[in-house]
């Protein structure tokens, strides 16, 4: 097949790209750089541009030869998409519609997309199932669920076939080492932790210790990058063959507290390092575990990384990785 790749010099998307490359597609990343790296896009062709701009989106479709378009492009920290809204809706939501038109200008009628566990909300019960109340707190879980709505309506009115994916926490680094997370600023634990194991950071900051979990700190559920990307493939073939939208949340279905996290990274990296307690912070559930029974099922997905100490281990060399070029 071929696949557009949009947001494919970001973490998960270059993951996707590189898995995609070597199961034999023939793979194009869209990507305006704001946030990602051209030298993390080590496979298939490169177009530096934005998902917004309709001429670069024409100039790709225009040889009519893409099968698919799977969209990693979103802005994704939550605090920031509270102070500013505009910029989540404004690339979350409008720039996608633009991409969707322009998909459907060249009759491209697949599309995978990178949704989130931040549509759900504040969880009535774990783990969270796709049945599950989609009331989201923040302007960035709203940007994703209306994303969600136009999807919807698009399978209806113009056969626009859509599988989106709701992801956890996305973790963990490529085995093979070439490619791992690299946001900035990082905002997310495992990396913030491993770069105080590492020294790169002075410390840890425990974001609440006083939530209803079993030690106080927040409950999360943490997948593997690959597994992630896995999921997206299978979804995809499904997709195509069955002709038919679908929406799946991933996760391991297994909850690991902020502490517990902590002392993973400690036996991991054999480093000890600082850890402070600090007051919650704005917008974080407890608990968000995923209920992935239903991409089991039908995806027949099975995560390969199923152990926390396993994940945390690729991003421990990723880190290790970085440190020695430095
Ligand atoms: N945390 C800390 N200290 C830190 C960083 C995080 O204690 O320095 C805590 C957070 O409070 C949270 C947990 O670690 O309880 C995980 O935080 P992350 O920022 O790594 O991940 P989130 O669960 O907040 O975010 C994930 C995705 C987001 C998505 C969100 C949906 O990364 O993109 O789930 O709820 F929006």
Same mark, same amino acid.
């Given at each position: 097949?071929?696949i557009?790749i949009?947001?494919g010099a970001?973490y ?6 590189k ?5 034999g597609?023939d793979v194009i ?16 062709e490169?177009?530096e541009?934005?998902?917004?701009d309709?001429e ?13 378009v799977?969209?990693?492009?979103? +802005?994704?920290?939550?605090?920031? *998409?509270v102070?500013n809204p505009?910029?989540?809706?404004? %690339?979350n939501?409008?720039?996608t519609?633009?991409l969707?038109?322009?998909m459907?200008?060249?009759n491209?009628?697949?599309?995978? @997309? ?10 009535e019960y ?9 009331q989201p707190?923040?302007p960035?879980?709203? !940007?994703?669920?209306?994303? #969600?709505?136009?999807? /919807?309506?698009? =399978?209806t009115?113009?056969?626009?076939r ?5 992801? +956890? %926490?996305a973790?963990?680094a490529?085995?093979?080492? #070439?490619l ?26 425990? @974001?609440?210790? =006083? ?21 997206? !493939?299978?979804?995809?073939?499904r ?10 949340n991933l ?5 690991? *507290?902020?502490?517990?996290?902590i002392?993973?990274?400690?036996e991991?990296s ?13 917008? /974080? ?5 995923a /209920?992935? *029974? ?10 390969? @990384? ?11 060399d990723?880190?290790?990785? @970085?440190?020695?070029?430095?």
């Amino acid at each position: 097949m071929k696949i557009l790749i949009v947001g494919g010099a970001g973490y998960i998307g270059s993951h996707m790209v590189k898995q995609l490359a070597k199961a034999g597609n023939d793979v194009i990343t869209l990507d305006n750089l704001s946030y990602g790296y051209r030298d993390a896009v080590k496979y298939g062709e490169f177009v530096e541009g934005d998902l917004g701009d309709n001429e670069v989106l024409d100039a790709i479709f225009q040889p009519g030869d893409i099968d698919a378009v799977m969209h990693f492009a979103g +802005f994704i920290q939550v605090g920031e *998409s509270v102070t500013n809204p505009s910029m989540y809706y404004l %690339n979350n939501v409008v720039n996608t519609h633009t991409l969707l038109d322009a998909m459907l200008r060249h009759n491209i009628k697949n599309f995978i @997309f990178s949704s989130t566990a931040a549509i759900f909300g504040e969880p009535e019960y774990t783990p969270i199932d796709e049945k599950h109340q989609k009331q989201p707190i923040n302007p960035y879980g709203h !940007s994703k669920l209306m994303i #969600e709505q136009i999807l /919807d309506d698009y =399978d209806t009115a113009y056969g626009l076939r859509s599988t989106c994916l709701r992801y +956890f %926490n996305a973790a963990g680094a490529d085995p093979d080492g #070439e490619l791992g997370e690299r946001h900035v600023p990082e905002t997310h634990l495992i990396p913030l932790i491993l770069q105080a194991a590492s020294g790169r950071r002075a410390d840890i900051k425990i @974001f609440g210790d =006083d939530y209803p979990t079993q030690d106080g700190t927040c409950v999360r559920d943490y997948i593997h990058i690959n597994d992630l990307c896995e999921a997206h !493939s299978l979804a995809l073939h499904r997709m195509i063959e069955k002709d038919q939208s679908a929406r799946y949340n991933l996760g391991n279905g297994k909850g690991f *507290s902020v502490t517990e996290v902590i002392d993973i990274a400690k036996e991991v990296s054999g480093n000890d390092f600082k850890v402070t307690i600090e007051p919650r912070r704005d917008g /974080d559930p407890a608990v968000l575990v995923a /209920d992935a *029974s239903l991409a089991k099922q039908e995806l027949n997905w099975q995560p390969e @990384f199923a152990e926390l100490k396993d994940i945390v281990k690729t991003a421990w060399d990723w880190e290790i990785n @970085f440190l020695s070029k430095q």
